[in-house]
């Protein structure tokens, strides 16, 4: 070879060697962490790698390592390798490593953080054997496209199991695929998943998941869903309807879990689908057409459901729906048309479980098997009778196609909308009961011939014209006024000197009007007093209670009675006039409450509906409930289980106290419902809830935490309430369960005590009376707890107990409060140890309460000298709740609000003498025995009266 023809090869030599050289030098923290793995591994010579190599990058290279340039470890492909051990717990310092493959080894023990690998593009860690997965094991993985840890059933089962931790989302953006079957995952699926924009595969099967699929993942553009298979006993359920928005999924495996409802109509949408599993779980109902239409689908498996109707023609080449309610027998055979009628019907009521189990087949007149509620004459379906079924949706029209229907009756079910005009073709029909449900008009107009009963559809709002409506210029009866009542027509209407015909209609409440909409039960802290009537109610009467009339001189509430003659009355304070008597429509009892009509506070509660659940009270839940008016009420209901002689007892106590007891700070009951195994109570609605949210969940509800100023107002209001039920003159009560849950708050975040089922009579003085134990543990004051004796002194101890829980923020018992001893979990007792120390005071307080402002701090070290007092050992120690008062109301004076949160104190100067704010006290308790109907804010603020020399035992916060 030339020199010419050299030249060019020797500077190509250099580089290739200063190429090798650059890739040679691995960098040092890498191949620490490789010897580290050869460590501890139990077969390190399934590696390849040498014992004591320090340049795994080579040349040659060591066997599964990749390096890049710079020296740098950035893939490790060890898959199906045969390794056992364990991984170092220094691997997250492969920093410039892109890809992992660890799949299919026996690798065991706890994985370790993969905290801070930002370069990490691909992880299969999947079919290994690891036991432990640490919380911050994806924090910082911001390049992750892909991981895989499915099949290490063992991942932290010895804690319960794991989830996917919220850092996945935040760190991990463009991550695509996420496999995590079989890895002992447990709890409710993360909603965060949902939200990842780039997601396209996630599997989750086989591990111990429960619950719906979350709402966030409406929308999502997942490809491939694996949720099949949950292992335990609660799996996942709820109905598919998410499932219908991603639009993108090509890949739906739900089978072997608990879902329930149908299919969404809406899976048409998923036009990529081309395997669906929705095998062996809970579905019912008719197959939606476009599910057999997908145009990629090439397996369906419907199998072992509830499903009902005709099998739908699917021309997947593998389709399976053995284990169903079918009423043909194969895929694209139709049913008998009064069948398909029913199902439609019950898909409109939402497939209740009861029918669903009933209705299978394909003759719903097929002798001993018939349906359920369906009744048949020669083979003809003529009566469909589901009163009282819990009926939830609304009406099919398709009941219309069931020519030979001759009585329908749905009352008293939950049904909405409006009637079908298609019922109105029903030729044979003769009866239609649609009463108490929450059915809208307009009616359609039916035959004179047909009898509809629509009486208790509070919502029901007008009547088409009845092709035999007389001329406008006829008489009418007081029923047919103003164009009759919601479900009067035809012949069914009152027509005058017709008394037969009258009565009949009124049997069948399609007459009764609604004399008004229900515009309020009561205005809050109205007390209506009214005398006893010897005549006992008429149950259908209803009533309505409208509120207080600013304008009205008499400042007092009026009621209308609709009365089973069609009539109303009104009363107004002590007098009534119209066709018919008050006590025609109202029982009274004692002390001025209303029985009130069920169906009234269904109407407001919407049915009792669970999005209007507030809480749960001493016996049963208690409901948000709105009137016509837009006057807000809360319903406490009992529960039919616990109609115990026990909850009873509860039911008649709290009644009974309430109508003795009215104050500003104590919550006012409006009425009651009794009928059959109901037992409601209705009272003023507190907008803010209960104290105990605002104190300890305020974070949760997205709730801003109570300034001082606001605690020590609430403070004043309960010490205030309770003050006022321990000096009632000859009635001294006993709360007996006075805590946060119990105090609820104004949307001004006043505070009223409430729950008074288990209120008792105490003796005169602070004797204590014997009683079974009641109430709440932490609040229960000690003597109470150990002997079952209780006194007034007993509340003060609750409310020094409340006391401590708004200046710490923290709950009356706390199994986490460091401490020696059982007791530190009382907060009484713990607070008690540490109040005297004021490091530990200033340590103690709510955060949110800033400290550091002497000012604050002063006034809460006064708040908590008195919470010390009440909550002494010894009842003798404590003081009343008199007391209490007066050291409170200076504070509220000392942080007067600014202006723009101004409050009027309801009425109250707080700079007048004790003695003479006791003087309007006395004279408003005169104004209440006379029999009128005050409430405590038409006596200009004042609270009912003390027992006679009560004054004299009390001196002002100035001390006059």
Same mark, same amino acid.
Request: with cysteine.
């Given at each position: 070879?030339?020199?010419?023809?050299?030249?060019?090869?020797?500077?190509?030599?250099?580089?290739?060697?200063?190429?090798?050289?650059?890739?040679?030098?691995?960098?040092?923290?890498?191949?620490?962490?490789?010897?580290?793995?050869?460590?501890?591994?139990?077969?390190?010579?399934?590696?390849?790698?040498?014992?004591?190599?320090?340049?795994?990058?080579?040349?040659?290279?060591?066997?599964?390592?990749?390096?890049?340039?710079?020296?740098?470890?950035?893939?490790?492909?060890?898959?199906?390798?045969?390794?056992?051990?364990?991984?170092?717990?220094?691997?997250?310092?492969?920093?410039?490593?892109?890809?992992?493959?660890?799949?299919?080894?026996?690798?065991?023990?706890?994985?370790?953080?993969?905290?801070?690998?930002?370069?990490?593009?691909?992880?299969?860690?999947?079919?290994?054997?690891?036991?432990?997965?640490?919380?911050?094991?994806?924090?910082?993985?911001?390049?992750?496209?892909?991981?895989?840890?499915?099949?290490?059933?063992?991942?932290?089962?010895?804690?319960?199991? /794991?989830?996917?931790?919220?850092?996945?989302?935040?760190?991990?953006?463009?991550?695509?695929?996420?496999?995590?079957?079989?890895?002992?995952?447990?709890?409710?699926?993360?909603?965060?998943?949902?939200?990842?924009?780039?997601?396209?595969?996630?599997?989750?099967?086989?591990?111990?998941?429960?619950?719906?699929?979350?709402?966030?993942?409406?929308?999502?553009?997942?490809?491939? @869903? /694996?949720?099949?298979?949950?292992?335990?006993?609660?799996?996942?359920?709820?109905?598919?309807?998410?499932?219908?928005?991603?639009?993108?999924?090509?890949?739906?495996?739900?089978?072997?879990?608990?879902?329930?409802?149908?299919?969404?109509?809406?899976?048409?949408?998923?036009?990529?689908?081309?395997?669906?599993?929705?095998?062996?779980?809970?579905?019912?109902?008719?197959?939606?057409?476009?599910?057999?239409?997908?145009?990629?689908?090439?397996?369906? $498996?419907?199998?072992?459901?509830?499903?009902?109707?005709?099998?739908?023609?699917?021309?997947?080449?593998?389709?399976?729906?053995?284990?169903?309610?079918?009423?043909?027998?194969?895929?694209?055979?139709?049913?008998?048309?009064?069948?398909?009628?029913?199902?439609?019907?019950?898909?409109?009521?939402?497939?209740?479980?009861?029918?669903?189990?009933? /209705?299978?087949?394909?003759?719903?007149?097929?002798?001993?098997?018939?349906?359920?509620?369906?009744?048949?004459?020669?083979?003809?379906?003529?009566? @469909?009778?589901?009163?009282?079924?819990?009926?939830?949706?609304?009406?099919?029209?398709?009941?219309?196609?069931?020519?030979?229907?001759?009585?329908?009756?749905?009352?008293?079910?939950?049904?909405?909308?409006?009637?079908?005009?298609?019922?109105? =073709?029903?030729?044979?029909?003769? =009866?239609?009961?649609?009463?108490?449900?929450?059915?809208?008009?307009?009616?359609?107009?039916?035959?004179?011939?047909?009898?509809?009963?629509?009486?208790?559809?509070?919502?029901?709002?007008?009547?088409?014209?009845?092709?035999?409506?007389?001329?406008?210029?006829?008489?009418?009866?007081?029923?047919?006024?103003?164009?009759?009542?919601?479900?009067?027509?035809?012949?069914?209407?009152?027509?005058?000197?017709?008394?037969? =015909?009258?009565?009949?209609?009124?049997?069948?409440?399609?007459?009764?009007?609604?004399?008004?909409?229900?515009?309020?039960?009561?205005?809050?802290?109205?007390?209506?007093?009214?005398?006893?009537?010897?005549?006992?109610?008429?149950?259908?009467?209803?009533?309505?209670?409208?509120?207080?009339?600013?304008?009205?001189?008499?400042?007092?509430?009026?009621?209308?009675?609709?009365?089973?003659?069609?009539?109303?009355?009104?009363?107004?304070?002590?007098?009534?006039?119209?066709?018919?008597?008050?006590?025609?429509?109202?029982?009274?009892?004692?002390?001025?409450?209303?029985?009130?009509?069920?169906?009234?506070?269904?109407?407001?509660?919407?049915?009792?509906? $669970?999005?209007?659940?507030?809480?749960?009270?001493?016996?049963?839940?208690?409901?948000?409930?709105?009137?016509?008016?837009?006057?807000?009420?809360?319903?406490?209901?009992?529960?039919?289980?616990?109609?115990?002689?026990?909850?009873?007892?509860?039911?008649?106590?709290?009644?009974?106290?309430?109508? =003795?007891?009215?104050?500003?700070?104590?919550?006012?009951?409006?009425?009651?419902?009794?009928?059959?195994?109901?037992?409601?109570?209705?009272?003023?609605?507190?907008?803010?809830?209960?104290?105990?949210?605002?104190?300890?969940?305020?974070?949760?509800?997205?709730?801003?935490?109570?300034?001082?100023?606001?605690?020590?107002?609430?403070?004043?209001?309960?010490?205030?309430?309770?003050?006022?039920?321990?000096?009632?003159?000859?009635?001294?009560?006993?709360?007996?369960?006075?805590?946060?849950?119990?105090?609820?708050?104004?949307?001004?975040?006043?505070?009223?005590?409430?729950?008074?089922?288990?209120?008792?009579?105490?003796?005169?003085?602070?004797?204590?009376?014997?009683?079974?134990?009641?109430?709440?543990?932490?609040?229960?004051?000690?003597?109470?707890?150990?002997?079952?004796?209780?006194?007034?002194?007993?509340?003060?101890?609750?409310?020094?107990?409340?006391?401590?829980?708004?200046?710490?923020?923290?709950?009356?018992?706390?199994?986490?409060?460091?401490?020696?001893?059982?007791?530190?979990?009382?907060?009484?007792?713990?607070?008690?140890?540490?109040? $005297?120390?004021?490091?530990?005071?200033?340590?103690?307080?709510?955060?949110?309460?800033?400290?550091?402002?002497?000012?604050?701090?002063?006034?809460?070290?006064?708040?908590?000298?008195?919470?010390?007092?009440?909550?002494?050992?010894?009842?003798?120690?404590?003081?009343?709740?008199?007391?209490?008062?007066?050291?409170?109301?200076?504070?509220?004076?000392?942080?007067?609000?600014?202006?723009?949160?101004?409050?009027?104190?309801?009425?109250?100067?707080?700079?007048?003498?004790?003695?003479?704010?006791?003087?309007?006290?006395?004279?408003?308790?005169?104004?209440?025995?006379?029999?009128?109907?005050?409430?405590?804010?038409?006596?200009?603020?004042?609270?009912?009266?003390?027992?006679?020399?009560?004054?004299?035992?009390?001196?002002?916060?100035?001390?006059?």
């Amino acid at each position: 070879m030339d020199s010419a023809a050299a030249a060019p090869v020797l500077p190509l030599l250099a580089l290739l060697l200063l190429a090798t050289a650059a890739a040679a030098a691995t960098h040092p923290a890498d191949l620490a962490v490789l010897r580290d793995l050869r460590k501890s591994l139990t077969n390190p010579d399934a590696l390849g790698w040498p014992e004591a190599g320090d340049d795994a990058c080579g040349p040659p290279a060591w066997p599964h390592v990749s390096c890049d340039r710079d020296g740098r470890v950035d893939n490790l492909d060890l898959k199906n390798a045969g390794l056992a051990g364990t991984l170092p717990a220094s691997f997250s310092s492969l920093t410039a490593l892109q890809g992992l493959s660890l799949q299919g080894n026996a690798l065991s023990g706890p994985l370790p953080s993969f905290r801070g690998m930002s370069s990490l593009r691909q992880a299969f860690l999947n079919n290994n054997d690891f036991d432990t997965i640490p919380a911050d094991f994806f924090d910082g993985l911001t390049d992750l496209l892909d991981i895989s840890l499915g099949n290490n059933p063992r991942l932290n089962a010895s804690t319960g199991g /794991w989830a996917p931790p919220d850092a996945l989302a935040t760190s991990a953006q463009q991550l695509q695929t996420l496999s995590l079957d079989n890895c002992s995952l447990s709890g409710a699926i993360p909603p965060f998943l949902g939200t990842m924009n780039s997601l396209q595969n996630l599997t989750l099967s086989y591990n111990n998941l429960s619950g719906p699929i979350p709402d966030t993942f409406n929308g999502s553009a997942i490809q491939r @869903l /694996w949720l099949n298979n949950q292992l335990g006993e609660a799996k996942l359920s709820g109905t598919l309807d998410v499932i219908a928005t991603m639009t993108s999924l090509q890949e739906l495996w739900l089978h072997g879990n608990q879902f329930t409802g149908p299919i969404p109509d809406d899976i048409a949408a998923c036009k990529g689908l081309y395997t669906v599993r929705l095998n062996s779980n809970q579905l019912r109902g008719l197959v939606p057409p476009g599910l057999a239409t997908l145009p990629a689908l090439q397996e369906l $498996k419907i199998d072992n459901n509830n499903l009902l109707g005709p099998v739908p023609p699917v021309k997947a080449p593998n389709f399976t729906f053995a284990g169903n309610e079918f009423c043909a027998a194969k895929p694209g055979d139709t049913c008998a048309p009064e069948v398909m009628a029913l199902l439609q019907f019950l898909a409109g009521v939402q497939y209740p479980t009861g029918l669903v189990d009933s /209705w299978s087949g394909n003759d719903p007149c097929a002798g001993a098997a018939s349906w359920a509620g369906v009744t048949c004459v020669q083979g003809k379906l003529t009566v @469909l009778n589901l009163p009282n079924k819990g009926l939830n949706g609304t009406i099919s029209p398709s009941l219309g196609n069931i020519t030979t229907l001759v009585d329908v009756n749905l009352g008293g079910n939950h049904l909405t909308g409006t009637v079908p005009d298609s019922l109105t =073709k029903l030729a044979l029909l003769q =009866k239609l009961d649609l009463s108490m449900n929450d059915l809208s008009g307009p009616l359609p107009t039916f035959k004179p011939s047909v009898q509809v009963n629509l009486s208790g559809n509070l919502n029901f709002n007008s009547t088409a014209a009845a092709p035999d409506a007389q001329p406008s210029n006829s008489p009418r009866s007081p029923a047919a006024h103003d164009g009759g009542a919601p479900g009067s027509h035809g012949s069914n209407a009152a027509i005058p000197g017709d008394r037969k =015909k009258t009565s009949s209609a009124v049997l069948l409440g399609t007459t009764i009007p609604v004399a008004v909409s229900v515009a309020a039960l009561i205005s809050v802290g109205a007390v209506f007093f009214c005398k006893k009537r010897a005549s006992t109610p008429p149950q259908g009467a209803s009533v309505v209670v409208h509120p207080r009339d600013s304008s009205d001189p008499d400042n007092l509430a009026k009621i209308v009675v609709a009365t089973n003659d069609g009539s109303s009355g009104t009363s107004q304070g002590n007098t009534h006039s119209g066709s018919s008597s008050l006590t025609g429509g109202v029982h009274m009892i004692e002390a001025g409450n209303f029985v009130i009509a069920v169906q009234v506070l269904r109407g407001a509660t919407k049915n009792f509906a $669970k999005e209007n659940v507030l809480g749960h009270g001493g016996f049963g839940v208690v409901y948000k409930g709105e009137l016509h008016d837009g006057t807000m009420i809360a319903v406490k209901r009992m529960e039919s289980v616990a109609v115990s002689n026990k909850a009873l007892d509860e039911f008649q106590a709290e009644i009974a106290v309430l109508t =003795k007891v009215r104050h500003r700070n104590l919550v006012s009951i409006l009425g009651y419902a009794i009928e059959g195994n109901e037992r409601l109570l209705v009272y003023e609605y507190m907008p803010n809830g209960a104290l105990s949210r605002h104190l300890f969940q305020w974070k949760q509800f997205g709730l801003e935490p109570l300034s001082l100023k606001k605690r020590l107002n609430i403070a004043l209001d309960v010490a205030r309430g309770m003050e006022y039920l321990h000096n009632l003159g000859h009635h001294r009560f006993i709360h007996r369960d006075l805590k946060s849950a119990n105090i609820l708050l104004g949307d001004d975040f006043r505070a009223k005590v409430s729950d008074f089922g288990l209120m008792k009579d105490a003796p005169d003085g602070n004797f204590s009376v014997a009683t079974r134990l009641a109430g709440t543990f932490g609040y229960l004051a000690p003597e109470y707890a150990v002997t079952g004796k209780i006194s007034t002194k007993a509340d003060v101890f609750s409310f020094g107990v409340v006391l401590l829980e708004l200046i710490t923020g923290t709950t009356a018992i706390d199994d986490s409060r460091v401490g020696e001893g059982e007791e530190t979990r009382h907060l009484a007792y713990w607070f008690c140890q540490i109040r $005297k120390d004021e490091e530990k005071l200033r340590a103690a307080i709510d955060p949110t309460l800033d400290v550091t402002d002497e000012e604050i701090f002063e006034s809460i070290s006064v708040i908590a000298e008195l919470a010390g007092h009440c909550t002494a050992r010894e009842p003798s120690q404590r003081p009343d709740m008199g007391h209490a008062v007066n050291v409170l109301v200076p504070m509220v004076e000392k942080w007067k609000p600014v202006k723009d949160e101004a409050e009027d104190y309801l009425g109250i100067d707080l700079h007048l003498p004790l003695l003479q704010m006791v003087k309007s006290w006395q004279d408003a308790e005169a104004s209440m025995t006379d029999g009128s109907i005050l409430s405590l804010e038409d006596s200009k603020g004042s609270i009912p009266a003390r027992p006679a020399g009560f004054a004299e035992s009390f001196t002002s916060a100035d001390g006059r």
